[in-house]
């Protein structure tokens, strides 16, 4: 079992910053990519940012320029830094992960989600 757990969410007044945090914890043996999704009310979560083990990155077309995701792969860390916040970003951001927790054995794992909201 691979468990995430976030930190980070909160208050914030239009224009602000946040930074969430997430921390992979368990049997790991690599993980391949790291992200964050948020949920669209009556719709299936959405991808906000993601990054490859080699540091490759992708970001939803909403939050280019004002978000950036980072991962120390040496701590099973994922971040994201979240600038220039509207209230639209308001949401639950969950944590994910996809890799390998031994050699033959693959894991999918999400966080608990955790609240930002950005007051106008």
């Known amino acids: 079992q691979v468990q995430l757990v976030e930190s980070g969410g909160g208050l914030v007044q239009a224009g602000g910053s946040l930074r969430l945090s997430c921390v992979a914890s368990?049997?790991?043996?690599?993980?391949?990519?790291m992200g964050w999704y948020r949920q669209v009310p009556g719709k299936q979560r959405e991808l906000v940012a993601n990054?490859?083990?080699?540091?490759?990155?992708n970001y939803a077309d909403s939050v280019k320029g004002r978000f950036t995701i980072s991962r120390d792969n040496a701590k099973n860390t994922v971040s994201l830094q979240m600038n220039s916040l509207k209230p639209e970003d308001t949401n639950v951001y969950y944590c994910?992960?996809?890799?390998?927790?031994?050699?033959?054995?693959?894991?999918?794992?999400w966080g608990q989600g955790t609240q930002v909201t950005v007051s106008s």
């Open positions: 368990g049997r790991v043996f690599s993980i391949d990519v």
């Open positions: 994910t992960a996809e890799g390998m927790a031994t050699r033959s054995q693959p894991f999918g794992s």
């Open positions: 990054i490859l083990l080699n540091g490759r990155t």
